[in-house]
Structures are given as C-alpha cells and as structure tokens.
Nanobody, 124 residues
Framework: QVQLVESGGGSVQAGGSLRLSCAAS????????MGWFRQAPGKEREGVAA??????????YYADSVKGRFTISQDNAKNTLYLQMNSLKPEDTAMYYC???????????????WGQGTQVTVSS
C-alpha cells in the first residue's frame, strides 16, 4: 500500500522560507514521477513542481509563478521528496499536497497517489 506523508508546512512572513518533505512508502516505480500541488480555498488544485526520473535522468517542471523561488528534489535512498520554498509570498498560501505515480509527467494533477497535505500560510 502506497503512503505519502507530507511535513514541513507552517506559518511564515512574506520573504521567508520553508522546506516541505514527503515521505513515501510502498511506492516503487522505475519511472519515478512525483510532484507537489497546492490548493487554496475556493480555487482548483494546481501543479507547483514535479520531477520525472527516466532513463536519461531527472526532468523537473515548475509553475511559472514559482520559478526561481521553489526547488523540487528527491532523496531516493530515503524515499523522500522535497520542496524548498524561498521568497514566499502571501499568494503561496495553500494546502500543499505530494503526489506520486503520474499518468502524464508534469504539472497536470493526474496522479494515482496523494498525501493528506500540509498547510502553508504566508502573511504579509
């Protein structure tokens, strides 16, 4: 059974940083595809960052709104996905979800496994 458990959310002031972690268990896929998504109240879930590991190495994807501020990475030995978030803005406030096993690599929220989410709140 696949389990994804997010951690690292919290409340920060604008300009601050947070690092989200997603511990994965029961998930093994030679074509590793994982991502971070977020959903603010009253809004649709949107892709933030994703990483695809294929035969040629890692490919990363970022939403335009977070490029240059967020970095996705993974530690395969620890089965953990990370999202380093710098220069946070109030509009980054949302519930952040980890996802694994995509149908299509990238930021479309068509993944088979999802975590429960971790809240990120950025105050101005």
């Amino acid at each position: 059974q696949v389990q994804l458990v997010e951690s690292g959310g919290g409340s920060v002031q604008a300009g601050g940083s947070l690092r989200l972690s997603c511990a994965a268990s029961g998930y093994t896929n030679s074509r590793n595809c994982m991502g971070w998504f977020r959903q603010a109240p009253g809004k649709e879930r949107e892709g933030v960052a994703a990483i695809y590991t294929g035969d040629g190495g890692d490919i990363t994807y970022y939403a335009d709104s977070v490029k240059g501020r967020f970095t996705i990475s993974q530690d395969n030995a620890k089965n953990t996905l990370y999202l380093q978030m710098n220069s946070l803005k109030p509009e980054d406030t949302a519930m952040y979800y980890c996802a694994a096993d995509c149908v299509i690599a990238g930021l479309v929220p068509d993944y088979n496994y999802w975590g429960q989410g971790t809240q990120v709140t950025v105050s101005s």
